[in-house]
C-alpha cells in the first residue's frame, strides 16, 4: 500500500518570501501520479499542481514548483511570492497510473497549515 | 461549467439518526469519489463510482454506510444510524479519466461537515 507523509503539520512565510512544503511517499510502483491540493477555510479544495512520475521536468504553475525526486520518493512545493490569499491547508496526494480502475483512488498525506504574515 | 456540488453543507445530527449526504459531480464525469476527513486526520478514501457501478467500496467503514448513484449522475452517501466517530467533513469528488487536459485530475467539492451529537 502507499503511503504519503506531511512531516510539517504547520508552516509560516512572510509575505512576498518563499516557503517550501515538505512530503515523501512510498511505494513499489514505477507510474504514478502526484499531487498538491489547497484547502482555504471555506473548505473548497483546489488543485494546486500535478506531477507526472515519468515526467523528469518538475512541474510548474506560475508562483507554484515542485521539486520531484523520484529515487529519493520526496515531491516539495516552493511557493514563491507568498500572497494572503495562499494560506490554507495543503495536502500532497498519490494516485496509481494503473489501468485498474481501484488504482484511481487518493492517497492523502496529513496536511500543513500555511499561515502567511503581512 | 458548475463544480463539484454538495448539499448539505454542514449537518447535525444525534447518535443513533439518519443522514444522507448529497454530491453532484462536474457534469459529463463518469467517476465520482467519496473521501472522509475524520477529527484532523488524513482524508481517507470512502469509495469510487464508475458510472452507476461502484468501482472500489474498500473504505467503507461498515455496514452502516450506503453510497448509490442511480443512473450515474449524482450520488448519495447514507449513514444509518450515525455514531459519534462517523463526525468529520465528508468529500465529493470527480474526474474523467483518458488523454488530454483536465483528464485524470480529481476536482472536489467543498465537502459536508457532519456532527453527530
Known amino acids: 500500500a502507499q503511503t504519503v507523509t506531511q512531516s510539517q503539520p504547520e508552516m509560516s512565510v512572510q509575505e512576498a518570501e518563499t516557503v517550501t512544503l515538505s512530503c515523501t511517499y512510498d511505494?513499489?510502483?514505477?507510474?504514478?501520479?502526484l499531487f498538491w491540493y489547497k484547502q482555504p477555510p471555506s473548505r473548497q479544495m483546489i488543485l494546486v499542481i500535478r506531477q507526472e512520475a515519468y515526467k523528469q521536468q518538475n512541474a510548474t504553475e506560475n508562483r507554484f514548483s515542485v521539486n520531484f525526486q523520484k529515487a529519493a520518493k520526496s515531491f516539495s512545493l516552493k511557493i514563491s511570492d507568498s500572497q494572503l490569499g495562499d494560506a490554507a491547508m495543503y495536502f500532497c496526494?498519490?494516485?496509481?497510473?494503473?489501468?485498474?480502475?481501484?488504482?484511481?483512488?487518493?492517497?492523502f498525506g496529513s496536511g500543513t497549515q500555511l499561515t502567511v504574515l503581512p | 461549467e458548475a463544480g463539484v456540488t454538495q448539499f448539505p453543507s454542514h449537518s447535525v445530527i444525534e447518535k443513533g439518526q439518519t443522514v444522507t449526504l448529497r454530491c453532484d459531480p462536474i457534469?459529463?464525469?463518469?467517476?465520482l469519489y467519496w473521501y472522509r476527513r475524520v477529527m484532523g486526520k488524513e482524508i481517507k478514501f470512502l469509495l469510487h463510482?464508475?458510472?452507476?457501478?461502484?468501482?472500489?467500496e474498500s473504505g467503507m467503514p461498515n455496514n452502516r454506510f450506503l453510497a448509490e448513484r442511480t443512473g450515474g449522475t449524482y450520488s448519495t452517501l447514507k449513514v444509518q444510524p450515525a455514531e459519534l466517530e462517523d463526525s468529520g467533513v465528508y468529500f465529493c469528488?470527480?474526474?474523467?479519466?483518458?488523454?488530454?487536459?483536465?483528464?485524470?485530475?480529481?476536482?472536489f467539492g467543498a465537502g459536508t461537515r457532519l456532527s453527530v451529537l
Open positions: 463510482f464508475v458510472k452507476e457501478s461502484k468501482q472500489d
Open positions: 469528488a470527480s474526474s474523467q479519466e483518458g488523454q488530454g487536459v483536465g483528464k485524470n485530475i480529481q476536482y
Open positions: 511505494t513499489s510502483e514505477s507510474d504514478y501520479y
Open positions: 496526494a498519490y494516485r496509481s497510473n494503473l489501468i485498474s480502475g481501484s488504482a484511481r483512488q487518493l492517497t
Open positions: 457534469s459529463g464525469h463518469d467517476n
